[in-house]
Each structure stands twice: as structure tokens, then as C-alpha cells.
């Protein structure tokens, strides 16, 4: 074991890594991620995890930072509580497989609540480098942690992705290496959140506290606060209380730390769908079912059969749902969803839809199967599919066999494609096209820009919600 504490290490690497030294690619896969995950703040708006935060933040004041699409201005800390919280709303937001997370719905509303509040111009490269060291450590901590530190049922997004926002808006802020070391240690008495709460609003809460964690923690170690540089991997710490034996551990993670990159080696994976992960090869899988028979009438339809990892289907507890927080972690309803429609959307997560009849009873006629993985240390194993089996009231099956779904590393959405469901998803809340075409402009020049004047020119420019 190192000598110096993994956290010493990334706080070192936070504040020393030279600024402007990023890969030009990563720099542009920074961009499309803060458009993807200002489009799915925006579609969050109306949920009621973002009204519930933005009321319970209200009697505490204005402020700087715009909550996106809301008209809404808060002190920084609430506006990227509420941020955050929008953005996972429907848990169509960004992932790694490292750490098995949600890293820009926590880092990306921290980063925008905390750029409000500095004096003086920010340039969007300066931006984007802020991100692409949040994300850095959220991958090295997930790699050192996972998968057991999430199969024990921790959940990631509040307790590796608070530590990459404060990397983030510690970078952004231009704090020393103790300072950032304290701020990392103090997030980590921050972070908490268990799978436990998949189905219900504290999911999307998760990702709010997260990124509100990294602005506070980073304002206590800047006023002076300090904390033990052993929380990451000493006697009592993240690696020996929360993370089974087995796991690779810090050495090994923080190898080359500066000089390789986890977004090459993780990939950061971007959503199609509005539902938890696990359930997008099912989803993929039912489309072309769909596809395949024609666009099957749900009477036609006998049994549907669904085949998951059983560490995958431990996450999805629901069968029919009664809120659309249930129903985006039912793979028999996403499945029945995209078997009928032959797609995925976030009308079908609405209560009007969950109050259908055929598909309820569809979904009531699926089954979800626990298989043991062929290596339960892989998260999303392309060479292990999930399948789906449709047996037709004449008696006819069909099946499909899905490894890596659409929008995973391999099966990238590109740019292209995430600028479509960004369009998409201001398009379902209403939003204006001339206002969503200027933030997104501004957002896609974030690279070159000089400043954030047009991005938060834009954001403030958005439609409140009716």
C-alpha cells in the first residue's frame, strides 16, 4: 500500500494536473455531456422532486444560479440540490460502467450553481476542465471500489459522484491541494444513499444532495475546515467499511492517475431511454420483437420471459407500477412499453400512461427471471445478453438477445444523437425552439468560449414551466 493516502494522491492530481492539457476529443464529449444533461434538467422541470426542492429551498433566499428552465434563482448550494435532483428525474442522464453511477446529473448542476457565484470571467474551456477532473475521479474511485462497493447495496451516484463535484468545483475555484484534501475528506461525512430508495423520489434527491455536497464542502475547506486524509483507504474508510474484500483497491486504481483516462477506458455512457439502465437491453430487446412481428396487439400476446443478471434484477423490484418513480425501475413495464410501441419515451412514464389498461395487463403477463452472470464482476457484460421470449396466444415464440444497448460505450448515441434527444426532450416540456436552439449553441461552444455569458444568458432565457 502507498504511503501517501489515495485521497492526498487525488487532491494532489485535482490541483496540479496542467489546464488546457485535455484530449480535444474529451474536451468536445464534455460539451455534448452538459447538453445532454441540461436537456434532461429541462425535461425534469415539471417533475415532483423538482417542485418539492425548489418549495423546500424557497424560504432560504435567492440567489446567483438559475435553476434551468424553472426562472428560478437560488443560492448556490439549493440551485444545484434542485439541479441535480431535475436531472435524474427520470433517470435519463449519463453513466459510467466504472463506478456504476450518474456522474454529470451531480456534476454538471454544481458546476453551473458554483460558476454563478465566481467573480470575474470564466472561460467554457475552463469549464469543461473542471468536469473532465470530477469525472476523472468519479471513474479511479469506481474503479477502486466496484462492483462490490454498489452490490452491498450502496448507491454510487451519492457516495463516489459528491466526491468528483467537489473535485469539480474545487478545480473550478482554483483551491491548493490541502484544501481540496479537506474537501474530499469532509464529502465523504456527505455522501450517503442506498439502493434501497430505486423507486421512489429520494433516487433523484440523491444526485441533488451530491452536487449540493460538493459546493458546501468545497466553501468549508476554503474557510479553514479540515478532516482526515484517511477516509478514502485507512483502517476505517470508504475502501475497509463500505467495499467488500475482493476489490481492486487504490494502488492499482490510481496507476497512471494524470496520464490515462477513464472516460477511454469507462467510456461514459449516454441514455436513450428514461429508465434505470438495467432495464435498456430488455427495452432494446422488446423493440425488436416489436419490429420483428409487426407491431403485435397485446392480445395476441400469450407470456413475455425476461432474462436478467440477478445482481441487475435486484434494482428492479417493481412488476406493475403505480408511479412513475416504480415504473422506471420495472423491467416488465419497460419491456411491455417498447413491445407495443416500438419505442421508449418519457410520455410512457406519465400517470396517464400507467393508467392504461393493456399494457398493465401485458405487464402483469411478464415474467423477470434472475440468472446467475457468467462473471459477476463485469457490470454490463456484452457477451452475456438479456433475452426476451415472447410466446403468442397461437403459440409461437420469439426471442431476442440483447448484449450492449443502445447508448452504452460501443454503441455511442455520438453527437448526433444526443442533440436529438436534447431537441426531444425540450420539445415533450414545451419549451420554445428559439430558446432551446441558443442553449444549445451555446452550450456545444463551451470549448472556445471566452466566457459563460451566453450560457447563462440562455439558461436565464428559458420558459418557466406553466
Not at 223 to 247: I, N
Not at 331 to 352: E, H
Not at 405 to 432: H, M, Q, S, W
Amino acid at each position: 500500500m502507498s504511503a501517501t493516502p489515495a485521497l492526498t494522491r487525488l487532491a494532489e492530481f485535482v490541483a496540479g494536473h496542467p489546464r488546457g492539457q485535455f484530449d480535444p476529443a474529451h474536451v468536445a464529449r464534455a460539451a455534448d455531456a452538459f447538453l445532454d444533461t441540461l436537456g434532461c434538467m429541462l425535461l425534469g422541470r415539471n417533475a415532483p422532486v423538482t417542485r418539492f426542492a425548489l418549495e423546500a429551498c424557497a424560504p432560504w433566499g435567492g440567489g446567483p444560479a438559475v435553476v434551468p428552465g424553472t426562472g428560478v434563482a437560488l443560492p448556490p448550494p439549493w440551485a444545484a440540490l434542485a439541479g441535480g435532483a431535475a436531472a435524474h428525474a427520470y433517470d435519463l442522464d449519463d453513466y459510467t460502467l466504472a463506478a456504476n453511477d450518474h456522474p454529470s446529473a451531480v456534476v454538471v448542476p454544481a458546476l453551473l450553481a458554483q460558476a454563478s457565484n465566481i467573480e470575474g470571467s470564466i472561460s467554457g474551456a475552463a469549464l469543461l476542465d473542471a468536469y473532465l477532473i470530477g469525472l476523472e475521479v468519479i471513474i479511479r474511485i469506481g474503479e477502486a471500489v466496484n462492483l462490490g462497493h454498489y452490490n452491498q447495496g450502496w448507491h454510487t451516484t451519492s457516495t463516489i459522484d459528491s466526491l468528483g463535484a467537489t473535485a469539480a468545483v474545487a478545480r473550478l475555484t482554483g483551491l491548493g491541494p490541502e484544501e481540496i484534501a479537506a474537501a474530499l475528506s469532509l464529502t465523504t461525512s456527505m455522501g450517503s444513499g442506498f439502493v434501497s430508495q430505486f423507486g421512489t423520489m429520494a433516487k433523484p434527491l440523491h444526485a441533488g444532495i451530491s452536487a449540493k455536497s460538493g459546493i458546501v464542502a468545497t466553501a468549508l475547506a476554503r474557510a479553514g475546515a479540515t478532516a482526515s486524509p484517511h477516509v478514502m483507504d485507512g483502517p476505517v474508510s470508504l475502501l475497509s467499511t463500505m467495499t467488500p474484500e475482493g476489490a481492486v483497491g487504490f494502488d492499482t486504481a490510481l496507476a497512471g492517475l494524470g496520464t490515462s483516462w477513464g472516460i477511454d477506458r469507462s467510456g461514459l455512457g449516454a441514455k436513450l431511454y428514461p429508465s434505470c439502465g438495467y432495464t435498456h437491453r430488455c427495452i432494446d430487446g422488446a423493440i425488436e420483437l416489436h419490429d420483428r412481428l409487426g407491431g403485435p396487439k397485446t392480445e395476441d400476446i400469450a407470456s413475455v420471459d425476461l432474462s436478467l443478471p440477478d445482481f441487475h434484477l435486484a434494482i428492479l423490484p417493481y412488476g406493475v407500477p403505480d408511479s412513475t418513480e416504480e415504473a422506471l425501475f420495472s423491467a416488465p413495464w419497460c419491456a411491455a412499453v417498447g413491445l407495443m410501441s416500438g419505442a421508449c419515451k418519457g410520455s410512457d412514464f406519465t400517470q396517464g400512461s400507467l393508467a392504461r389498461g393493456e399494457l398493465r395487463a401485458l405487464t402483469a403477463r411478464m415474467t423477470a427471471t434472475a440468472r446467475t452472470p457468467i462473471n459477476p464482476t463485469v457490470n454490463i457484460d456484452p457477451t452475456d445478453p438479456d433475452i426476451v421470449t415472447v410466446t403468442l396466444v397461437d403459440g409461437r415464440r420469439e426471442t431476442a438477445r440483447v448484449g450492449l444497448f443502445t447508448g452504452a460505450p460501443g454503441r455511442d448515441l455520438g453527437r448526433e444523437g444526443l442533440v436529438k434527444k436534447y431537441n426531444d426532450n425540450c420539445a415533450f416540456v414545451g419549451i420554445p425552439q428559439c430558446q432551446s436552439d441558443a442553449l444549445r449553441e451555446a452550450t456545444l461552444a463551451l470549448p472556445t468560449a471566452a466566457s459563460l455569458a451566453d450560457l447563462q444568458a440562455s439558461v436565464a432565457g428559458i420558459s418557466p414551466a406553466n
